[in-house]
């Protein structure tokens, strides 16, 4: 699998949150849109969902480095 970056895990990260019901920040799009040119994510009409691989490959990214997945939400940017 490609090495995924620090914002496209952080993405990941959040989409599982948003699987399980909780409050997650922005998902950036470009991230989203790279998730799901690997599998990991695709978009419906609710918004960007994880897909069964991205659950996969967030779990080995926790089982290998669980220093490197944050499970604190990326907080919303306010509007300037």
Known sequence: MTPL???QVDALSNLSRKKAGD???WVA???ARELTE???ALRNRSGWE???????????LVEASP???S????PFVPRA
Do not use: C, F, M, Y
């Open 67 to 69: 220093d490197n997945v």
């Open 50 to 60: 994880i897909t069964e691989a991205g659950e996969a490959a967030l779990r080995d």
């Open 29 to 31: 799009i470009a991230q």
């Open 71 to 74: 499970d604190a939400p990326i």
């Open 38 to 40: 690997l599998g990991l």
């Open 23 to 25: 409050d997650v920040g």
């Open 5 to 7: 970056s620090p914002a």
